[in-house]
């Protein structure tokens, strides 16, 4: 069977995101601050009469911050209750179509690990091997809830 996944770069890194999750792509916009609430959360957009929190990826993986924004993507994703968030990204790469054959299990040991528990699969490719994001592992229950009090 084949999988579609979208592609994107976090620093050095490719990620992906099943393409089913994906609402849409758009360039960066400026958010508004929302006081108290966990730093990787840049803050709320209005897309079309809805708000949107938006996620820097970068600091929820715990890498070195963006250095200029203003190049950065946003990929509107819509979990599993509906609510749809935001995750800003360095840049969109491409749609990926592969089989399942292709795609492996995380290894044990990281798979195992609390902050890794949204690495769904590797993908493995002829000349890199690329980390499949499960979307709705992103975010914690209680993240999920502080979210959907910011729409």
Do not use: C, Q, W
Request: hydrophobic share 45%.
């Amino acid at each position: 069977m084949e999988l579609k996944f979208l592609t994107f770069h976090l620093g050095r890194e490719v990620f992906a995101i099943n393409i089913m999750k994906v609402e849409r792509v758009k360039e960066y916009e400026k958010t508004t601050r929302m006081p108290n609430i966990a730093d990787y959360v840049e803050g709320i957009i209005n897309l079309m009469g809805e708000i949107i929190p938006i996620i820097n990826l970068r600091k929820k993986f715990m890498l070195e911050d963006f250095d200029n924004k203003e190049k950065t993507k946003v990929i509107v994703v819509k979990l599993e209750n509906g609510k749809k968030v935001g995750f800003l990204v360095d840049d969109v790469r491409e749609v990926l179509t592969v089989t399942e054959d292709v795609i492996d299990e995380p290894p044990a040991h990281v798979a195992g690990m609390a902050n890794a528990k949204f690495i769904s699969g590797v993908i493995k490719l002829p000349n890199e091997m690329i980390l499949t994001l499960e979307v709705d592992s992103l975010l914690t229950s209680e993240e999920k809830v502080a979210l959907a009090n910011l729409s």
